[in-house]
Nanobody, 117 residues
Framework: QVQLVESGGGLVQPGGSLRLSCAASGFTFSSYAIRWHRQAPGKERELVAGMSSHGGVTTYADSVKGRFTISTDNFKTTVYLQMNSLKPEDTAVYYC??????????WGQGTQVTVSS
């Protein structure tokens, strides 16, 4: 069964760090473009970070550039989002997404990140 499972969310104080994980089951991330999205209450889902299908290119939303880093493990089975210098406006549900062409588009269930003192 193909699925993505996120973990690592939680409550953190402003300025703190979290590392989100997205584990693939039933496939590997090789040849998939990988993205982390987030959705805050009352707002549309937004793209936070992305990695090209062969890992050569990473992109970030301006709001997280310099603070967040997307990466994978050597076996391409887990994707990470390292989040540093967190701000209250980073509070959202974070989703990972793996896509290959038009036929393969997988989403995780989401993990809640809350940044608050």
């Amino acid at each position: 069964q193909v699925q993505l499972v996120e973990s690592g969310g939680g409550l953190v104080q402003p300025g703190g760090s979290l590392r989100l994980s997205c584990a693939a089951s039933g496939f590997t991330f090789s040849s998939y473009a990988i993205r982390w999205h987030r959705q805050a209450p009352g707002k549309e889902r937004e793209l936070v970070a992305g990695m090209s299908s062969h890992g050569g290119v990473t992109t970030y939303a301006d709001s997280v550039k310099g603070r967040f880093t997307i990466s994978t493990d050597n076996f391409k089975t887990t994707v990470y989002l390292q989040m540093n210098s967190l701000k209250p406006e980073d509070t959202a549900v974070y989703y990972c997404n793996a896509r290959r062409g038009m036929s393969y588009d997988y989403w995780g269930q989401g993990t809640q990140v809350t940044v608050s003192s």
